[in-house]
């Protein structure tokens, strides 16, 4: 009986498959592929035909139904095929032919006991168990043997990433593949000493694109930015990774969120056009310590005042809601434009802006009326505290505004959004 030992270097990386632990097993051990005389009957010599790119292909069953088969090739490579059950493939193999072999009779000269006639592993594949082989797992190598190119899956089987390597052994680029939806999903550049620089989508123009940026050790993601029709998206992140910025103009607006060092919310920023008042909008949603949500506040570009150098009238404060971790409000008060409070509502916060009482001011900040409302939401009698010039006899109630109120938050937008 004739040998011929193919040694498979120990590539293997977990990947889970549905075949079984032989299959898994075999890139961790070497692989004894045995010739056996013509009279063995688990051993098939396989003719190809005429026009065939094979010289001759060798097939050993073994006795669970699988096989490996061994195909020597006129270009001079071997390929080894194993098979768990026929005629379903769990791995690929091929092998560089050495100098000299590169037609059908350098096999007959050689002889398949000549160690030197192939050489060394060129690809490696572990394939899903079907009868079309679909690349799970993919290595290639050059002349030398020195890694060329390798292909994993990412993100739970969904995705598969390509790397390519130069002849130093440092990655030059990458590609992914999404596998659900079976389109080439992005391309990475790497710096020259092979740490990442820039990962952008597949096809990417200057209107249309995904992109993120690495930090100088290719380790973290430190910029992503997406830009597609009247559309552009930011995020900006700190030096742990975690997101300090995100941000998006669209349609006339813009909105941006700054987050703390820990990853919880800081505050939130809209920037939009009234076109009723034909003024500048700005709101702003504040967040706790815990990053929960406690008030909002909106400010509108204020009728008087100096024009800055972008053509804008100072903001003036409008409204400012305290909310629920939701959202909700539960006070709102609202603002004249010389800063002087108008109007405080209570809301029921049972469902959604549902009023419980409504109080006036005068421009001294003193309630002057105030409106209740039923279970329908109608409003009832007024209740003055004030007829006439005279004061009622009514008790007239206090109300303070925290001071932080009046304070618009300080806040830039980053260059980058704005290019």
């Known amino acids: 009986m004739r040998k011929l030992l193919l040694t498979l270097t120990a590539l293997a990386i977990v990947v889970g498959l549905s075949s079984t632990a032989h299959v898994r097993g075999i890139f961790d051990k070497d692989i004894s592929v045995p010739f056996d005389d013509a009279a063995d009957d688990l051993s098939k010599l396989i003719l190809p035909p ?57 096999f007959s000269r050689g002889g398949l006991n000549n160690p030197n006639q192939h050489g060394p592993i060129a690809t490696w594949n572990e394939l899903e168990g079907t009868a079309e082989p679909k690349s799970v797992r993919f290595r ?40 659900v939806y079976n389109v080439q999903e992005s391309e990475t550049s790497y710096r020259a000493d092979g740490t990442r ?90 967040f706790d310590r815990a990053g929960k949500k406690h008030r909002k506040s909106i400010w509108m570009e204020s009728e008087i005042g100096e024009v800055d150098a972008n053509g804008y009238r100072p903001l003036v404060l409008w409204r400012v809601s305290e909310v629920t971790a939701n959202g909700r409000p539960t006070r709102e008060f609202n603002y004249r434009p010389d800063g002087t409070l108008l109007r405080l509502t209570l809301y029921k916060n049972k469902k959604y802006l549902e009023v419980e009482v409504e109080y006036n001011f005068n421009e001294q900040g003193s309630v002057i009326s105030w409106h209740a409302f039923d279970k329908n939401g109608n409003r009832l009698p007024a ?32 260059a980058e959004l704005t290019k």
């Open 383 to 414: 209740v003055n505290y004030v007829k006439g010039e005279e004061p009622t006899t009514e008790i007239t109630p206090v109300f303070s505004v925290p001071d932080s109120y009046r304070h618009q938050p300080q806040f830039s937008v980053p």
């Open 140 to 179: 290639q190598y050059n002349q030398q043997g020195k890694l060329v190119r390798e292909s994993n899956l990412i993100e739970e089987g969904k995705k598969s990433q390509t790397d390519y390597y130069n002849e130093d052994g440092l990655i030059t680029h990458s590609t992914t593949y999404d596998l």
């Open 50 to 106: 005429p026009d065939s790119e094979q010289c001759q292909r060798i097939r050993i069953i073994d006795d669970a139904g699988g096989a490996t088969d061994t195909i020597d090739m006129k270009d001079g490579s071997t390929q080894v095929i194993t098979y768990e059950h026929l005629p379903f493939v769990s791995t690929y193999i091929t092998y560089h032919p050495s100098e000299g072999y590169t037609n059908c009779d350098s």
């Open 197 to 286: 620089l820039m990962r952008q989508s597949t096809f990417a123009s200057d209107d249309n694109f995904v992109r993120e940026h690495f930090s100088r050790d290719g380790k973290v993601l430190v910029m992503k930015e997406e830009r597609r029709h009247r559309y552009y998206a930011l995020s900006l992140m700190y030096a742990n990774g975690e997101t300090r910025f995100e941000g998006e103009q669209k349609r006339g607006r813009t909105e941006m969120k700054f987050y703390r060092s820990d990853g919880t919310a800081e505050l939130d920023v809209q920037l939009s056009y009234d076109q009723l008042r034909s003024a500048r909008m700005v709101s702003f949603e504040h």
